[in-house]
């Protein structure tokens, strides 16, 4: 089904899934779709950060609502406290600089979408957050490109 719509569109809702993101989006579009990189990129980008955007406006309404409920209140509750402890640290220690790495590199559990649910754990105001969500997103956009593209493995050769 994916393969009847047009290719950037194809690249941007594969980059806005909460799995695939920009990691999978990106290659699709450079191998599958056959985009010129600079269209692959974009596409890329776009489709990774529109999600971003409502989850910085709507999670905490719906996590709100849904304290309503004891179970949910004990989950939030429960979520909150691990992640702090988690990462508490490590943010305190590199600052937006965690954030935009946390994002940027593309190992599984991270991501624009996990990155999003950090910055409201650790209550980033949202503008901020999606500025650094969105440079993470470029970084991870620039590593999964050239990994595409074989220069890392070029690399590989001199060290």
């Known amino acids: 089904m994916i393969e009847r719509l047009p290719p950037e569109l194809a690249t941007f809702i594969i980059s806005a899934l909460p799995i695939s993101e920009l990691r999978g989006g990106l290659p699709a579009a450079l191998e599958v779709f056959h985009l010129p990189l600079w269209k692959a990129f974009l596409f890329s980008v776009l489709g990774n950060f529109f999600p971003v955007i409502f989850i910085l406006l709507f999670l905490e309404k719906v996590s709100n609502f849904l304290r309503q409920w004891k179970m949910w209140g004990k989950f939030f509750n429960w979520l909150f406290d691990r992640t702090c402890r988690r990462f508490e640290g490590k943010y305190a220690a590199w600052g937006s600089l965690a954030l935009i790495i946390f994002v940027g590199i593309p190992l599984p559990m991270t991501g624009a ?13 949202k503008f901020r957050a999606s ?3 969105f440079l993470g997103i470029i970084l ?6 050239l ?3 074989g220069v890392v493995s070029v690399f ?3 060290i």
């Open 140 to 145: 991870a956009g620039v590593i999964v490109a």
């Open 113 to 125: 979408w996990t990155g999003a649910l950090a910055a409201f754990l650790f209550c980033i105001p």
């Open 156 to 158: 590989k050769i001199f």
């Open 147 to 149: 990994a595409d593209l």
């Open 131 to 133: 500025l650094l969500i």
